[in-house]
Nanobody, 116 residues
């Protein structure tokens, strides 16, 4: 069955870094665009970053441009989100999502808390 398992979240001080990973299984990973979303308490889920199946097309939310980098390793069926210069407003549950045409799959999320 399809599985998306996020890892790498945790507590970090402002200005720090974290690297999130999302390991995928059960579908043809390289055919799917991969996305990172986040949802903070009381807020709507928002798209943070997106990468195409081949890795050549990248998109970022304005709020994270220059600080976050999305990448993927199709040989390992894994997508990453490198987060640098973290701010308290980056605190949220981060989810990965796989998308291809009308199909989409979500992971269970990983908590990121940025606080001193």
């Amino acid at each position: 069955q399809v599985q998306l398992v996020e890892s790498g979240g945790g507590l970090v001080q402002p200005g720090g870094s974290l690297r999130l990973s999302c390991a995928a299984s059960g579908f043809t990973f390289s055919s799917y665009a991969m996305n990172w979303y986040r949802q903070a308490p009381g807020k709507e889920r928002e798209l943070v970053a997106r990468i195409s199946g081949g890795g050549g097309l990248l998109n970022y939310a304005e709020s994270v441009k220059g600080r976050f980098t999305i990448s993927r390793d199709n040989a390992k069926n894994t997508v990453y989100l490198q987060m640098n210069s973290l701010k308290p407003e980056d605190s949220a549950v981060y989810y990965c999502k796989a998308g291809f045409l009308v199909a989409e799959y979500w992971g269970q999320g990983t908590q990121v808390t940025v606080s001193s």
